[in-house]
DNA sequence: AAGCATTAAGTTACCCGTAACGTTAGGCCC
DNA sequence: GGGCCTAACGTTACGGGTAACTTAATGCTT
């Protein structure tokens, strides 16, 4: 019989209230430095507090409906890209620093998880979600508008986004890459990458990469997409496949620097000479290109800074700030030692 | 005058029970599944639900006492080391699968910000904590012990840990890292890592590694403790700073394999012979080191496991499973390429 | 001293979903 | 046909905090 329901093990604002012998709200008000109050009622109440050890309930607060929660919901698609983690550090920093949380969710490249992911934090109610990639199922799509949330699209450039969006345009970087390697000189191009069930950025690369390299003389030769994850592994076994199927190819760009480090360590078994035998190029200059031997040949994306750009433009918007709808975050092509030089 | 409370945006309950023209509790009822309505009320109800687009508040039902929440805060320092990355999406992709959310806290290796995230974050009523660290503020302790919430504390294995604890000796595996290089001839070591304000992993992997170089009849000839970040560039300088020095040092132990890239790559540049003029050891074995051409001699730890592992003793302990208190994830010694051979 | 403004509280209602309990209508049995 | 049972649904109260309103006490003015 006794009370099953009074269960909850912390502190409630009534029992600091009691405890200082004035009413809920007048405790209410001290907590939240509201003012309406004498010194001695505050002080009185502060030291109740300490004594009970009281945390206030932010559940109960962001219940009641007035204030927004602090969290924000953050998709990523996976974290063994050290691109995307990067990414998620700039974010959840300048988050943290405004007294905001990050509530992760990993979409491992799938819509689907994405639209259960976003189910269930929207149920919490957070103060805004932050999306990688512009591709959203349809029911997804409904609920985020529904919602009313703040909404930040990040990675790909969006021109029309649900709300706000910053990235970068991955057909241009893709584009540019092919006409940096035909101008070098390569003729037979080669892509090695791995293909989701969706169009996402890295296939927006591809194409600017194909359009550039048939614009400017060569030719793609051989596109490799492997069900797999674009890991160094990948890259390796990637590699092989490509150039077992005997074509020629006297370059390969790569969807992201792993699988480029991947396949530059598969070209280096095969006694192959790099830049002059064969050229790689990789995407998103991993940090730990700038202290190997050789420069891999890449595309350089300010990740953490994105992130952080993400977070400010959320936090602007939860400050009902004007802010601009997209953002460029732009690319710069790295030359790198893979790839022979331009003349 | 006009109702100003009354704005939040959602779908509630009693709109959908309205529509259907039954009661908030049956409408709840049939939400939950949990019968007591006939199926003509179900289906009306269900209707209803996807004309109105409802989602369902969790707040109010966590706040009702009833269920538990179902975040979980999980605090890493840092996201810039691949190695809490991987343990990141162990921990993220174990506890999703189980219908849980990850709260993200980067503490940034400071018991300060540890203890406002804590704060900030049992606000929330969690389900459970997974903390990095064993260390944690006088004030951090008293909460988390208070809460009451499942804890399980990672990296460091701990065999009086607050509640639950998976990870590794680090002690055991500094030590085993020094026995292995006085045994491979080298005499006069270095250590190369970064210092914080509080002992950690590092410092007990420093002082096993210390210990098993003495006991070896080597000397720890330098140690260097940058005060910076633990990456690349770090460990380039920190060896150009060691090597500096005058002392002869013919083997350098870093704190982690990024670090140790760039130590490599700085005796690479000054024309030292590795590993027969110099050794280099790091420690974490990062994926990379598998498709690099010179193998990393280092010590491998299974990051993502260790993350599933955590992730598992939260879920077994929600679900009022028995929990062994403690679980060590082991270590393996990978004797690469960049120390000599021991014959 | 009466009138009015200001400060420092207290009271009430509400947010949304659910536990506990109450009610109604119909079926069944003897 | 009266008593009893059960399925199906309604009513009430509650949780922790806060907005809006009310009340009480104090200070100040003329």
Redesign the pocket.
């Known amino acids: ?1 006794a ?4 269960k ?1 093990n ?8 009691k405890a200082a ?9 001290v ?2 430095a ?9 002080d009185l109440v502060m030291r109740k507090v300490d004594e009970l050890g ?8 962001v ?5 927004a929660s602090t969290f924000v919901g953050v998709s990523i698609p996976e974290l063994g890209n050290e691109v995307f983690s990067q990414v998620l550090e700039g974010i959840d920093r300048k988050l943290g620093a405004f007294g905001h949380q990050t509530v992760l969710g990993l979409t491992q490249h799938t819509q689907e998880a994405e639209e259960e992911w976003i189910k269930t934090v929207l149920s919490w109610k957070p103060a805004g979600l932050i999306l990688t990639g512009r591709y959203h199922s349809i029911r997804a799509t409904e609920m985020l508008r529904a919602s009313g949330v703040p909404i930040v699209e990040i990675w790909d450039l969006n021109s029309s986004p649900l709300d706000m969006s910053v990235g970068l345009n991955h057909f241009d970087s893709g584009f540019d890459m092919g006409r940096y390697l035909t101008s070098a000189g390569y003729q037979a191009l080669g892509y090695v990458g791995t293909s989701h069930d969706t169009a996402n950025a890295a296939t927006a690369r591809l194409e600017g990469f194909c359009k550039a390299v048939e614009g400017g003389g060569g030719t793609v030769a051989k596109q490799l997409c492997l069900h797999d994850m674009a890991t160094y592994y990948t890259g390796f076994y990637g590699t092989e496949q490509l150039l077992a199927a005997g074509e020629p190819i006297d370059c390969i760009f790569y969807q992201n620097d792993a699988m480029a480090f991947g396949g530059l360590q598969y070209v280096y078994s095969k006694g192959l000479c790099v830049p002059q035998e064969i050229g790689i190029a990789g995407w998103g200059d991993l940090p730990i290109t700038s202290v190997l031997p050789m420069r891999m040949t890449s595309m350089h994306v300010p990740h953490f800074k994105l992130g952080q750009v993400a977070a400010e433009m959320m936090l602007a918007s939860l400050q009902c700030e004007p802010v601009e709808r997209t953002r460029d975050i732009g690319f710069k092509l790295i030359p790198g030692s893979t790839v022979r030089q331009t003349c």
């Open positions: 019989m009370g099953k329901r009074h909850t912390g502190v409630s604002l009534r029992e600091v209230a012998g004035v009413s809920k709200m007048t405790a209410s008000r907590l939240r509201e003012g309406g109050y004498s010194d001695k009622t505050r009281y945390l206030p309930n932010r559940l109960a607060t219940f009641a409906g007035d204030s």
